[in-house]
């Protein structure tokens, strides 16, 4: 035997273990979180999709989830129910307010981002998410703001 053939065997071995091994696991596709309270109410969306390690809750606004009707009193109040809203998501589904990645606020005023961060800071005390925020016009059921977020919620691997 040269030493061309002493050196390929052993990497030809290599190369068949390689291709006769088991094939890789595929990851689960997306995970579609409805809870039995949007069930109830009908809601054409999802609590929220697990994709992997995160978590996307859909957009919430300041509604009391046994009845989907606004807290009264505006935006301090409906943000407030919102964020709690979110909250009770995260929880719900294995993660917290803690892992929260990213949020997109949308505000019916523009002009009410400063009273909306005097309640928002209050739900991220040690950290706060990438953030995008828009005013807009018109949101679900006359609300004053909602808010949609990604956080992390590592899915449980075998």
């Not at 929260?100 to 950290?127: M, S």
């Not at 679900?140 to 909602?146: S, T």
């Amino acid at each position: 035997m040269n030493r061309r053939t002493a050196f390929l065997l052993p990497v030809l071995g290599v190369v068949l273990a390689c291709q006769t091994s088991a094939p890789a696991s595929t990851p689960p596709g997306p995970e579609f979180l409805v809870s039995a309270q949007t069930r109830a109410l009908s809601l054409p969306f999802a609590d929220a999709v697990r994709a992997g390690d995160f978590l996307f809750v859909s957009g919430q606004i300041g509604t009391v989830p046994s009845n989907d009707q606004l807290v009264p009193g505006g935006i301090g109040p409906e943000a407030r129910q919102a964020l709690e809203n979110i909250r009770a998501i995260l929880e719900r589904y294995g993660s917290s307010m803690d892992a929260v990645v990213k949020c997109t606020v949308f505000l019916a005023d523009i002009r009410e981002g400063a009273a909306f961060n005097a309640v928002y800071r209050g739900y991220f005390p040690a950290h706060l998410p990438a953030r995008s925020a828009f005013g807009g016009n018109e949101l679900a059921l006359g609300a004053r703001v909602e808010i949609e977020c990604a956080a992390y919620a590592p899915a449980a691997h075998p």
